[in-house]
């Protein structure tokens, strides 16, 4: 498993590498979620503690909750890639 710091980049090399019409959202969205868990827990961006500690589902509902506003359809995308590049 990958930790935090190997997924984002794996996500960004591969989000970088298609033809999108608005590239920029995603990658705010990934600022944006890592600014949340930076606040939050930071703790889970180092290692693989955000990986060995939730699966994607409830990931999500964390999120929500230290959001406390719904996702956006980036946000959303972008915790999918994240933990599919975290395998």
Not at 5 to 11: G, I
Request: charged content about 30%; proline content about 3%; some cysteine.
């Amino acid at each position: 498993m990958k930790n935090y710091r190997e997924a984002k980049r794996a996500y960004i090399k591969d989000h970088q590498s298609k033809n999108l019409k608005a590239p920029q959202r995603r990658l705010g969205a990934l600022d944006a979620i890592e600014a949340i868990i930076q606040s939050e827990v930071p703790e889970l961006l180092l290692a693989n503690d955000l990986f060995n500690k939730f699966d994607k589902s409830t990931f999500t509902d964390q999120y929500l909750k230290w959001k406390c506003k719904p996702l956006s359809s980036a946000e959303k995308s972008v915790i999918v890639g994240l933990f599919q590049f975290s395998q």
